[in-house]
């Protein structure tokens, strides 16, 4: 049993899925080891992430054709994806994100390679660069957004990464930059939304006088901290807390769900239906 | 040391008002056993929670007196509390935070007396009734606001409460009737505020995906779910979650957070400063 | 699509299973719209909870009969557990857990039946009494164990009740008494387990001056507060907390994690696996 | 009021403590901004944390002379502690926490300064020069407990430190070496102690089945894993956790709460009281 598969599937739902994929799995003298399945019944969408282990390699090639010739058509089936996803991060000023990302970059247990770093200021150059990591400086100043998206995609393009990751990188970006990444973008968002959606949602927490702050972890869309939730998690705060003293505590979950959202999304635990994540923890 | 004195304070902030109340009680003879103060800067308030004891009972009134002359003028100081607060729950179908309040006051541990229960629907009053407590109900139907209000306000008159929780209560007071119960009406949000103001909270959350769902105990005010916030928490949810799943899992931290909020004002640990508390826990 | 069946499976591990009990449903054409499967590597044992649906209602007994048949000799089946469990509650004085669980039998959210409650002193028969709940005040003094145990196995015979539920009963029961109601007793002790076993809990955490207590729902076994975890939670506590203010706070956990355990063992979503739990939440 | 000073009080419990603080402060012309104070009634100790503001610096050596002259013989009063400890850091082979730590230290927002990383293996030495920190590598192999404990005080002899911390550090110190930093010595244990005191704490924990892990920070006495806890938190696990996973889940709260813990500590925000700590957050 020494050769493990994992196979994604997302699909129309229908009768019987479960049935046939078993199926086509023995056939192929597969054991599932763990099968983890969802069906969204408002979207009418089947998911399944499935480990199996067989004593041969399977055909990747046959297993896929057969797995989509036995499922409705128009089925999304990935057979043992990319173990190792390449990253490209982006960032603004703030570190802490970063720096948890590199670390875990440098002892190789991102789950993924950080191929380079984007930041619209110069300030995390020398940080990162002490990774080993090549840092691009690309700054929005004097710049429309056309053409510092243009830079920005001039850059990626040396290295083409499998996900960006906006670690607090401060800039919107146009519908049309993210329409080629699509599902591959995911955010860090300093609030539990869909609270205190925009900008400063720390101070609009402080003039509120909440007693928890949190963060989201989300990919992006076109409109603006609206897309599929990957993660969130929330903090205690009270009257005590400044405006500061809320960015300080608030710094610690950003770091922890974004983490937790990149785990989730490089073990290919992550399937986008509709507006929302399924996530087969 | 037998006599133990509860001091509540909230002033204009100056120069040196925990030396005066210092000065003022070293004059009594009353030792400061525990001492909570906070100011708020942007209010330029100062509140303080002072617990003192002393051989003697203090003459109560000279106390307050002296206090008085000694802080700001307009300062707002109250000795000795009433300890066990009188109040009156209204609700409309929900049992839960109901269920927890009356076997709180059954047992006698909720720090209050439950005089009358109103319910704008009829169907809580043998549950509230087999706890041997007096149930109302004044049903909002063919009555304008102004008619049913009127109506509450009636019974309400019968047992003059300090404080009326809203136990799940569905209907908006106007701003009239909030008026007549200043920072003495604290009501449950089924969301973790600002998120999901207004209706149906559960639904929207589910339809936005979130991974994290919410309660917010707060004092009513004239602007719907906008008062002060006195206690908030939040639990994971996940996509396996129906609609119908969260209003479960809501309700538990519902009345956790309502009976969170309800010791804190009980035990006169909550002022209100601007839009915000400052609870001293 | 209209007949719902529920399956629970635990048997020992092997190739194939998920395949053969997929190919089984499939022959009854029923469809299956979820499931959870898990396996315990170090026990050697699978487990799954199936829920499936039909256009026809499945034979019953010839379903389990194909199962069985299919799957490793000695494999537990179920079909269609019985929705509504039948529980009894055993408690000594403290209130809080019994009032919740009573709250949900009155408004038939439990998801089980309370037969009666049996305490070991006379404190809560008025509480349960209000319930229209029968009570048994059965005293341990004056009894061996042995006397004490057989009035409660006596008093249980007229109810014959499915699980028994110690809601802050202090009292141990012998392996003799909890043989014979094995994987069926359900308690809930007053702190994060392993810490703190056995009595006084809270006076230890106050003493070691740890900076959060908990609660733990477990399965008993003749082991004194060593059966199978199924629900565990904690809450923060710092140096302000007396002895008196953390039984307070944990009383709260102690209700939402029992709560919650009882949930999911009513809704037989709870295996045991050897000294542990599978929850299928 | 431009001049802010911090004043630490801990000392024998007596009457008018408070009072008479807030008096020597008035005759300095210091306004208390914030002040919190605990009394540890079974040590009988008083604790203060008290910030001024002030027109003109204070003489800090009269103000302290004339706070101990007025609060009980053997008062330990420190007047504006020294804002930036200086630390050195102790560690295995495990990276998180050290990583946590130098990405702070870089960026200056740990609190304090890491004079230098020891580690018994020469594992992080690359990591921990890429910050420019100086490394230390002292084998425990072929040295008894005495020559190893020397070469390390012989180490941190050049640096004179403020602190150790103990960063996933997998030797037990000697009582001895521990005398030497009394309350100085800030460890991280990867379970919630109690519970899982010593060696293996995650095995033991997959072994017991619990649905919660945890990671408690706290000072080094003589006695292993029992010394004052400064910070503590969990995070729910279940079934489908294998050890490794429960590692992973558990470096990310070890981090937190490691972090969280100086931080108070860096503030001068933790005091020791016995065997308990009082943390004024």
């Avoid at 969802?38 to 041969?56: H, L, M, S, W």
């Avoid at 609009?204 to 993660?231: C, M, N, S, W, Y």
Wanted: charged residues 20%.
């Amino acid at each position: 049993m020494d050769h493990k598969t994992l196979i994604l599937v997302q699909c129309r739902d229908a009768v019987g899925l479960v049935s046939k994929i078993a199926h086509v799995l023995a056939a192929c003298n597969m054991n599932i080891t763990a099968m983890r399945e969802f069906v969204d019944e408002g979207e009418q969408q089947f998911f399944a992430r499935i480990a199996c282990a067989g004593i041969d390699a399977p055909d990747e090639n046959k297993l896929l054709r057969e797995l989509e010739e036995a499922l409705p058509q128009g089925a999304n089936v990935l057979v043992n994806p990319r173990p190792e996803k390449k990253v490209a991060v982006l960032v603004t000023r703030e570190y802490h994100c970063l720096g948890d990302i590199l670390t875990r970059h440098f002892f190789q247990t991102l789950g993924a390679t950080v191929c380079c770093v984007i930041g619209n200021h110069d300030h995390l150059r020398a940080f990162t660069e002490q990774f080993s990591i090549p840092f691009h400086y690309i700054s929005h100043e004097g710049q429309n957004q056309e053409e510092f998206e243009a830079s920005i995609l001039e850059t990626l393009g040396q290295y083409e990464p499998d996900y960006l990751v906006l670690a607090k990188f401060m800039r919107i970006l146009s519908p049309e930059f993210v329409a080629g990444y699509r599902e591959r973008i995911i955010n860090i968002h300093h609030s539990f939304l869909p609270a205190f959606m925009g900008a400063h949602p720390y101070r609009r927490a402080f003039e509120r006088g909440v007693k928890l702050i949190g963060a989201t972890a989300h990919f992006v869309t076109t409109d603006l901290d609206q897309g599929p939730i990957i993660a969130q998690q929330t903090t205690p705060v009270n009257h005590n807390f400044s405006v500061k003293d809320m960015v300080v505590a608030g710094k610690g979950i950003e770091k922890a769900v974004l983490n937790r959202a990149l785990q989730l999304v490089f073990q290919d635990r992550v399937f986008v239906s509709g507006n929302k994540t399924v996530v087969f923890e």
